[in-house]
């Protein structure tokens, strides 16, 4: 590991101008690769107090050996140098997207005397159109087979053109018709390419021209009564129809423009891009990479317009690119954009209408590409195995942590305050196991004291079914500490007898179900740093609990911190181990929020008539329709109540009884312009759908909860 301030540059050297600088390792090789607007400044940076580094900047600049630089002009000049840079030296702290070589493109060889459509894959050639990419090959056989009908240009490969040529009989597409048979010269070379100029044209999305013109030609076949031309001409106008129905129209005015979405994590990035030629979709690609350097979501849509179109050039580039964020600066990689088309192109993020909704369809599939990339991460066997030896070893434990529980606090400013358990056995989720918990020990916001309560509370239920199924014996941790209902925790005459039956019976309730809290783990994560990893130790501790490791995984920097220890524990960015503790921290966050959220939306649609026993939501609903509002429900009279139908006199006493018990109401507020509603406005706290909720007093959450 090398010192950075025994290569550091001395003061003056480094030029206050744009330029692109290379970080060598001891073997001069090129290990990371960026550009500056100022040298001087950018490289200062890496400079400083190891200690105030991002961990992954850190592990660069203690890896590297030397740095150098190159001035440039123009930050332009820059951009272009620093894409150079990564495609020559592949570094390895660079951000690197997959390569798109296995995406099939619809090709068009226009640099030859007879254009041939293909399906071409990896790097393009010059001379070459293509369109695309699509996700299947299949999908472009399908379309070029519809519109081979209008366009017979060639798909023959060049052995079989020539033996074509040689014979003087043309393939079976040419006697079929879909194929204009320029092997046999029925076509001059000039006519042929012609022919495929104008199967790009379609293809680039001006399809109006060719349906109108064919339209008129069908027309005047008919007018002249040569209906099998006729004939044809329809069957081709529904043939360009149903190829172009393939791609639904998304923008109007025939947009030309690229979507390209980012859906990340701290350490991985998906990014998904929509091709839209013609305000159709004509292809979509996408990529996942590794996050190897700190990197923010403006730089990693730079480094994804650098793979896009590095290598392309005029029409290839479209006129309008929309971004989920603006690379900072946004105006040199704007320029470079202009540069690569020959015409302006509009960079920015789509705000509002048919761009922004089509935006959001993207970012949706760049989420569902990163779950399915994490899904089948963690799915292998060998991966899962390889994670839990890591986190075996990184935290000093025994044997892998077969069973882990990971806990999260959530809450809205101090309000709903509720907190997850999940658990992941052998690497894998178990869902069965996650439960849920309502902090009841204190009201307002205090993480650290959330955690130690729930922390208390579920191994108190463990060491109940311990003493319960009489598992415990002198000398095991735990005999002895204080039970749940707060009594010794010593076997009794009934639990004993249980002693020595099979283990899976023991961990069984006695009508055959599971047990809630029967099983230990053998790792508990919390979600936080040294004061929550502190609290969980001192809940298992009171306890008497001594052989359950913990751990906490911060958010900010994904660094594991252990009890006692003021220096976390920072695992290689490329650890499985690391991997699986931040899916079991980000799921016990999942499932914290949705229950927050879920219990703070019943509190605040909860009703004086929840509490009226029998009263289902239909009946509840009827008597809102009735008065309007639960206000005029308050001041009605028994006999007033009962004319509601399915409302009888019973269930309208006791509706009474429950509205006096009940304390009224706070009066609605306009919170546009702060007037107290009328009281005559319409009381919706029944949860009648589609109207504005107003306030009401809160309730405690019912049903079961741990």
Known sequence: MADPSSYRPKPGEIPDSPGVYRFRDEHRRVIYVG???????????????????????????????????????TEVEALQLEYSWIKEYDPRFNVKYRDDKSYPYLAVTMNEEFPRVQVMRGHKKKGVRYFGPYAHAWAIRDTVDLLLRVFPVRTCSAGVFKNASRTGRPCLLGYIGKCSAPCVGRISPDDHWELADEFCDFMTGRT??????????????????????????????????????????????????DLIAIAEDELEAAVQIFHVRGGRVRGQRGWVTDKVEEITTGALVEHALQQ????????????????????????????????RRGSNVSLRVPQRGDKRALMETVERNAQQALVLHKTKRASDLTTRSRALEEIAEALDLDSAPLRIECYDISHLQGDDVVASMVVFED???RKSEYRRFQIKGFEGQDDVRSMHEVITRRFRRYLAEKERTGEWTDGEPGAGEASANGSAATPSDE?????????????????????????????????????QVAAAKRALDELGIDDIAVCGLAKRLEEVWLPDDDDPVVLPRTSEGLYLLQRVRDEAHRFAITYQRTKRTKRLRSSPLDDVPGLGETRKQALIKHFGSVRKLRSATIDQICEVPGIGRKTAETIVAALAQAAPPAPAVNMATGEIMDEEEPDTTAGSPGEPVTAGPPEERRGQET
């Open 427 to 429: 690497g894998l989720q």
């Open 495 to 531: 639990s004993a007898s249980v002693t020595g039956a099979p283990f899976t019976d023991a961990l069984k309730d006695d009508d055959g179900r599971p047990k809630r809290f029967a099983y230990p783990p053998q790792l508990v994560v919390v979600d936080g740093g040294q004061p």
């Open 208 to 257: 109006g021209t060719y349906l109108r013109r064919l339209e008129q030609q069908m027309m005047e076949a008919a007018e002249e009564m040569e209906y099998e031309r006729a004939a044809r001409l329809r069957d081709d106008i529904e043939a360009l129809k149903k190829a172009m129905e393939k791609n639904a129209v998304v923008l109007a005015d025939a947009t030309d423009a």
């Open 35 to 73: 550009k500056a607007k100022s040298l001087r400044q950018r490289l200062a940076n890496y400079f400083q107090d190891l200690a105030g580094l991002h961990p992954r900047t850190r592990t660069m600049v203690t890896t590297a050996a030397s740095v150098e630089w190159t001035v440039v002009s």
């Open 308 to 339: 896009l179109y590095g290598e392309e050039t005029g029409d290839a580039v479209p006129k309008e690119v929309l971004v989920p964020a603006l690379p900072d600066p946004v105006e040199p990689v704007q320029e470079w954009l202009t540069g």
